[in-house]
Structures are given as C-alpha cells and as structure tokens.
C-alpha cells in the first residue's frame, strides 16, 4: 500500500523518575531533508540518530525533536575548567572596557570559550537505549500516519485512473469506423472536386491507405490501457511515488498521441478530460513516498 510523505509521531520514553520526549514531523521532498535538534547530552547519538531516520522514514522533509526533562537533562552536569574561565573572562571584561561595552554577555562567551569545558554532560546508558527505544517507537507512529494518508491518496488516484480509463472506453466507442469514415469523406471530396474520371483512383486509394494509417490510434490504446493496470498495480507497492511518476509520464505520453490522431472534435473532448485527470494525478504523487 502507498505511503505519504506528511506524517506525525511521538513518543515518550521513561528513566527513573526523568522521560524523553521525541517528536518526529515529515513533508513531501524529492530527498531526505533531516533537522534534528536534540540536548548535549545525546550528541554522541547524533549519528546512530540520523541513520535511524533514514532507513526507517527513507525521504522527506523531516523535523525530529528530542527532548530530556530536567530530572534526567540534568543528572550528570558537565564540569569546567575555573582558571581558565576566569583567564578568558578577564580578558573579555578588558576589551569590553576598552570600548565601554556592557558585561552582560561576557559570562556565557567565557563559558564557550576554548579548552574550558572539561566535559560535556553526558546522559547514562540507561538514558540511551530508552532514547532508541522511545525513537523506535515515534518513527512507527510517523509511518502509520503515512500509511494513513497514503490509503487516502491512494482512493484519489484510483478514482482518477478510473475516469481515464472510462476516457478511454469512450475514445474506442468513438474510433470505431471513424478512419473508414475519414477515408469516404476524403475519397467523396475528391470525386466531387475532380469527378469521376479525373483522377487515377488506385493512386488516390494508395494515398488514403497512407493517410488514415497516421490516424490509427489503436496501438495507443492498447498502451494507454496497459499503462493504467500498471499503474494501479503499482499502487500495491509501499514506496512507489517514484515509479508511479514514471507511469504516468507514459500514461500522459499515449494521451498526447491519441490527441493528435484524433481528428475528431468528440475524441478530442475526453482527451482533454483525461489529461485534466492526469494533472490530478501528478500533483497527488508529489506527497507520495
């Protein structure tokens, strides 16, 4: 079954008397788009993180958010080096007199400064494996909500194929005769233009006999149709955005061949109808995975 690229989960995840909180939105994308903001404390799991996105939401544009409270954020508080805080914050505290500025940010840039911070504030491994557990657990609320949408987006496709191909049932109610029509209009044209005996009729035959074969139309059909069971076979497939984009293009191709055969004002009209359908159908696979 088709999935969407729009999805939601969430998911909370208890330690002790502390929980992780970790929130996971998606978009459509053409690639994977990931912005992740997560505490200090897990950096270490940026990477493991990130990975674990990929493979289980695969493309879009994704925004997770992980989140410790403070019974856990602050459990194990990283450790600084005094002097060296002190060295940086006088010297900031010299440039900021040299130019009568404001010591109001001079505490937190010494804090930043280099070789100050002796430890980050690392989170315990009870703390990381609840992490990926409770991360497991949000990516599979995303794709059931991707899944939801998909079988929405699915519905839709299903009922635009459906009026193509009722298009199409009514271009082959139409195209019966029609060439053996054109070529008698144009035999008829021609006698009453040059009668009878003014033209050499086996040249003209020759000529119609090349003209109508522009105008048969029956391989197209026989594609257009093919296409469309393709199509909604494709739909099956749990990440078939792509393919199904491909199928259309070929779907919109045979509708562009049968329009110009057509010759034909009534044939002319469904092929406008099924083209209008088709758009339906490309703007839906933009959020499909």
Same mark, same amino acid.
């Given at each position: 079954?088709?999935?969407?690229? =729009?999805?939601?989960?969430?998911?909370?995840?208890?330690?002790g008397e502390g929980s992780i909180h970790v929130e996971v939105k998606s978009l459509n994308s053409k690639?994977?788009?990931?912005?992740?903001?997560?505490?200090?404390?897990?950096?270490?799991?940026?990477? +493991?993180?990130?990975?674990? #996105?990929?493979?289980?939401?695969e493309?879009?544009? #994704?925004?997770?958010? #992980? =989140?410790?409270?403070r019974h856990l954020a602050g459990a194990q508080p990283a450790r600084y080096h005094e002097e060296r805080f002190i060295a940086h914050y006088l010297e900031l505290k010299k440039l900021a007199d040299r130019v009568v500025a404001p010591y109001d940010t001079l505490f937190e840039l010494a804090l930043r400064s280099p070789e100050v911070s002796l430890e980050e504030g690392k989170a315990s491994p009870e703390i990381l494996e609840k992490l990926m557990d409770t991360l497991t657990a949000a990516l599979a609320h995303c794709n059931k909500f991707r899944e939801d949408e998909g079988r929405v987006l699915a519905g839709k496709l299903g009922g635009y194929i459906d009026q193509i191909e009722q298009g199409l049932n009514r271009i082959e109610s139409l195209d019966t005769g029609r060439v053996d029509k054109i070529r008698k209009r144009l035999r008829d044209?021609? =006698?009453?233009?040059?009668?009878?005996?003014?033209?050499?009729?086996?040249?003209?035959?020759?000529?119609?006999?090349?003209?109508?074969?522009?105008?048969?139309?029956?391989?197209?059909?026989?594609?257009?149709?093919?296409?469309?069971?393709?199509?909604?076979?494709?739909?099956?497939?749990?990440?078939?955005?792509?393919?199904?984009?491909? #199928?259309?293009?070929?779907?919109?191709?045979?509708?562009?061949?049968?329009?110009?055969?057509?010759?034909?004002?009534?044939?002319?009209? +469904?092929?406008?109808?099924?083209?209008?359908?088709l758009e339906k159908i490309k703007e839906q696979l933009n959020n499909v995975l």
């Open positions: 079954m088709l999935r969407s690229m =729009t999805g939601f989960g969430q998911a909370i995840g208890v330690v690639f994977l788009d990931l912005n992740l903001k997560l505490p200090a404390a897990l950096s270490e799991k940026d990477m +493991e993180i990130r990975n674990l #996105i990929q493979d289980r939401l493309r879009g544009k #994704i925004s997770a958010t #992980i =989140t410790l409270d044209q021609v =006698t009453d233009f040059f009668g009878e005996e003014g033209f050499d009729k086996n040249r003209l035959e020759q000529e119609l006999i090349f003209y109508v074969e522009k105008l048969d139309i029956h391989e197209e059909r026989v594609r257009l149709r093919a296409h469309l069971s393709y199509f909604r076979e494709s739909m099956k497939s749990a990440s078939g955005g792509k393919k199904l984009g491909f #199928i259309s293009q070929e779907i919109g191709r045979e509708i562009n061949t049968i329009g110009s055969k057509a010759n034909d004002a009534a044939m002319q009209r +469904e092929v406008v109808g099924m083209k209008e359908e």
